[in-house]
């Protein structure tokens, strides 16, 4: 299949999916026609991936055998946003779920967006199960951390002055507001 490596950067971005994410973001991407074919030439690619030990197949998901993740609510979108992100027509580099003990954070997902050598750095929280309160003292620590700015400069290895930590509670208004930033 020639397709399977994009399928794989993909899957490295993601961590975690379903042939329909995977199929949304190809189609979108105008690599493969939307519709039927869509899911079952991303199912092949993600079997294909699975057989010579690139990928785990779950129960209506696949995912990087580094993933610890099941593929539940919570993970589910933390997926379906990342999705939103990857349909972008701009550059992005996404890590998902990695922790920073340096201040015991795990964000859901820390996302750079670039294009014309302009850079957007978001910090993703999917807040399903999360109080108020409980989001509101993850924001407080980055508010109150000094290092911030150099880890995630690190990280991304592009010079990060400022980033905005991005609730995403309804995933319309998410498409939204990636539609809004990146014009």
Sequence with gaps: ???EEVVYQLMESLAIASK???GDIMATKK???AGPSTFNNS???LCALTDIGKLIKGDGYFKLPSCKSEYKEHSQLI???LAEVLKLEVQ???FREITIPEVGLRPDAICLLTKNNQGYCMILEVCNNETPEYLQSKINVWDNWQG???FLSQLFK???PHYEVVPVTVLDGFKDYLQEVTK
């Design 92 to 94: 992005s580099t996404i």
């Design 20 to 22: 329909q994410e995977i």
């Design 43 to 45: 199912y092949k690619a």
């Design 31 to 33: 690599i493969w026609t």
């Design 1 to 3: 299949m020639a397709h």
């Design 158 to 160: 592009y010079k990060i």
């Design 148 to 150: 911030d700015a150099q």
């Design 79 to 81: 997926t379906k946003a």
